[in-house]
C-alpha cells in the first residue's frame, strides 16, 4: 500500500510526517522509522513523526529517532504539526500534553514546566541537578534538567569550540543515565541571548532542537544568568524562549513544509 507523508522542518530539523488518522496506516515500528530516517535509502530525516488520534488531547504525536528509538517530546516537531493543524491545539506526547497556537513568528508552543530533581531527569543515582559533580574531558558541572526529555547543559565560554561530535556520545550513554540524555553547551552572550550546540538522543549533532534550547534556557534561568525571556540561537537559527510566573515554559519560532510524497509501505516495513 502507498502511504502519504509530509516532510517538514524547524530551522533544518527536519521530519517525515506520518499521519495515521487518514486511511488505514499501520501501526509504525522501529524497523520503519529506521528505513525512512535513512537518509541514503529512505526518504530522510532527522526524526520519523507518527500523528494519531487520541482520547486525551486533539491529537496525539509519536516521535522516532533516526536509530529507531521512540523519544518523548521534540519542540521543533511540534511546531511542525502544530503548522499542519492550523490551529490552537492540544497534542499528546509520551512526555505529557502540550498546547501550540500559531503565533506572529511562527508557532508557539507551550512546553509545560521544567523538572529538576534527580529522578524525574532521570540519573542513575541522587545528585544535587543544579552543579552536578561530575565532568567529561574538561565539560564540568552541568545542570540537569526534564522538559519532556532528559537533558544535561553545559555552560562555556565558547560553544563551538567543544568538540561535541565526540564528547557528546559519551555523555549521552554514560550509565548515570539510564535514559540516555540530551547533551547541550551553551554560551551567555548577555542576558537576553544565548548561543547553542547540541548532540541529540538517538539522533546526533542536529541543527536545531527545541527541547534542547527550552532546556538550556531553563537552566540559565535557574542559575541566574539570563532574564526570563531570552533568544536561543543554534546552528539552524533562532527561538525564542519565555519563562512565565508559574516556571512554565513557552517556546516559539518558525516551521515550515518542504514537500509531500508517497511511498510504498513494503519496501520499508
Not at 545542570?143 to 555523555?171: K, W, Y
Request: net charge negative; charged share 20%.
Amino acid at each position: 500500500m502507498r502511504v502519504a507523508f509530509v516532510k517538514m522542518h524547524g530551522l533544518g530539523n527536519d521530519f517525515v510526517v506520518i499521519d495515521r488518522r487518514v486511511g488505514n496506516v499501520p501501526p509504525v515500528d522501529t524497523a520503519l522509522a529506521r528505513s525512512l530516517a535513512d537518509r541514503r535509502t529512505g526518504i530522510g530525516c532527522d526524526q520519523l513523526v507518527v500523528i494519531e488520534g487520541s482520547q486525551a488531547a486533539d491529537f496525539r504525536m509519536r516521535i522516532f529517532n533516526p536509530d529507531g528509538g521512540e523519544v518523548e517530546a521534540c519542540g521543533n516537531a511540534s511546531r511542525a504539526v502544530a503548522l499542519l493543524h492550523g490551529e490552537p491545539a492540544r497534542i499528546e506526547t509520551a512526555g505529557g500534553i502540550i498546547h501550540a497556537r500559531p503565533a506572529d513568528h511562527g508557532i508557539a508552543v507551550d512546553m509545560g514546566h521544567p523538572r529538576f530533581e534527580w529522578n524525574e531527569i532521570p540519573l542513575a543515582y541522587a545528585m544535587d541537578t543544579y552543579s552536578m559533580p561530575v565532568g567529561w574531558d574538561g565539560l564540568e558541572n552541568p545542570i540537569a534538567v526534564n522538559v519532556g526529555n532528559p537533558h544535561v547543559v553545559f555552560f562555556v565560554p565558547d560553544t563551538d569550540s567543544i568538540e561535541l561530535d565526540r564528547l557528546g556520545p559519551q555523555i549521552e550513554n554514560d550509565p548515570l543515565f539510564p535514559e540516555r540524555v540530551n547533551v547541550n553547551v551553551a554560551t551567555i552572550v548577555n542576558r537576553h541571548s544565548i548561543r547553542l550546540r547540541v548532540w541529540e538522543r538517538g539522533a546526533g549533532l542536529t541543527r536545531a532542537c527545541g527541547t534542547g534550547a527550552c532546556a538550556t534556557a531553563a537552566a540559565a534561568i535557574k542559575r541566574g544568568l539570563v532574564e526570563r525571556q531570552v533568544t536561543v540561537a543554534l546552528p539552524g537559527g533562532t527561538l525564542a524562549i519565555a519563562l512565565g510566573e508559574d516556571s512554565a515554559i513557552t517556546m516559539t519560532g518558525p516551521a515550515a513544509e518542504a514537500f509531500r510524497g508517497s511511498f510504498e509501505w513494503g519496501a520499508f516495513a
